[in-house]
């Protein structure tokens, strides 16, 4: 089975992946089928790869193809970097999708791979470590007879989450966008945010293979090469989320020159049309530096409140540190002069820009509500 020690379950595999090619082909055979296209292997881990055998062996004994194998968080330890015919690779199936969610070193207490193997490869929250799971404090040592107990207790969090992923995908409670990017970081800076031919958006989990498909069929994607998308999530469940793409500008107005540059965070909560509000998210995860005529992009993730917002509520979080000269604020209260927000979301493919009323600084722990008709009223 795949109980340890691992090095034994590793091999394991292999043997199974075949006998379960024989089971696939006597259904074949007992049902009278034409092909395979209907068959959908999902497999977690060490079952990921276990994928990859059957779907070899079916071609390799009985020249048929499965249609799909999903991956899901693919096991790294005897499989990273290795030549095709021993880990799970896009020849496995006509159609391979994978999950990435614990792709870090084995020394840092990861256990999937990193490389992309497939057709499609999300790598949710950069595909290494998840939010909403504890960080480990003490690393695994190599792979050895107690590595499994070793890898439940530390990253068994980070690892399973691309099931959940999957599972939640099947019947999500928002569209699951994942969009290609060159690289995580550069999603983060918010270099991909529309969905057109330059940037391929395919939702995460399940629902990937038939946007795969009318790709392929437009000539847009090769299925002899992969295509790597990112993605943001929540910390629990649900773990869907939307994203949007958020330009802040803070103003260069002789009142902000006035008042300087100031230290602190912003946090945004999205209202939609009905009133309904996104749960509260921070730019950044520590204070910055801001200055008049500071521009920051960032790329930020959501709840879904059904509908593309129509104003923003803006938090000026501020923090004083007694060894931190920066933020103290002796003479004036923390605030900060924002010129405007501007909002682009890849999910329901709208902007809006917003502006506070009357040009008003957002004063520390005093929410700001910014609309787009207060940046009307300013020309």
Not at 136 to 150: E, I, L
Not at 240 to 247: G, L, N, S
Not at 309 to 327: G, M
Not at 357 to 375: E, G, S
Request: proline content about 6%; some cysteine.
């Amino acid at each position: 089975g795949s109980q340890p020690p691992y090095g034994q379950a590793v091999a394991n595999i292999r043997l199974i992946g075949v006998m379960t090619a024989h089971l696939i082909h006597s259904i074949y055979d007992v049902l009278g089928l034409s092909h395979l296209d209907n068959f959908h292997f999902i497999g977690h881990s060490l079952g990921s790869h276990l994928g990859g055998y059957c779907g070899h062996a079916l071609q390799r004994k009985f020249n048929l193809k499965l249609g799909r194998i999903t991956g899901l968080d693919p096991a790294a330890p005897y499989f990273s970097k290795t030549v095709t015919l021993v880990r799970l690779d896009r020849s496995d199936a006509k159609y391979v999708d994978i999950i990435h969610s614990n792709a870090i070193p084995l020394y840092f207490s990861g256990f999937g791979m990193s490389e992309p193997i497939g057709h499609v490869d999300f790598y949710p929250n950069g595909g290494s470590t998840q939010p909403g799971c504890k960080k480990a404090n003490s690393p695994t040592t190599g792979v050895s007879d107690d590595m499994y107990q070793s890898v439940i207790k530390y990253v068994g969090c980070n690892h399973e989450r691309s099931y959940e992923y999957f599972t939640e995908s099947i019947a999500p409670s928002c569209p699951f966008i994942a969009i290609q990017c060159e690289s995580y970081d550069a999603f983060l800076a918010g270099n991909c945010t529309s969905c057109d031919n330059k940037h391929f958006c395919i939702p995460m989990g399940y629902h990937s293979h038939g946007i795969y498909k009318r790709l392929l069929g437009a000539g847009y994607v090769d299925s002899n090469s992969n295509v790597a998308l990112y993605a943001m999530t929540g910390s629990s469940k649900p773990y869907c989320r939307v994203h949007y793409e958020v330009k802040l500008s803070v103003s260069n107005s002789t009142e902000s020159r006035v008042h300087g540059p100031d230290v602190g965070r912003i946090a945004i909560t999205l209202v939609d049309r009905n009133g309904n509000r996104s749960n509260s998210k921070m730019l950044d995860d520590e204070q910055k530096y801001y200055r008049p005529g500071d521009v920051e992009t960032k790329m930020v993730a959501v709840k879904d409140t059904g509908f593309p917002p129509l104003s923003v509520i803006v938090e000026w979080k501020y923090e004083s540190n007694l060894f931190n000269p920066i933020t103290w604020r002796l003479l004036k209260s923390p605030s900060i002069y924002i010129d405007y927000l501007k909002l682009s979301s890849i999910e329901y493919n709208t902007d809006i820009t917003v502006c506070p009323k009357m040009n008003k600084p957002v004063v520390a722990n005093m929410p700001t509500m910014m609309k787009t008709k207060y940046c009307k009223l300013r020309k």
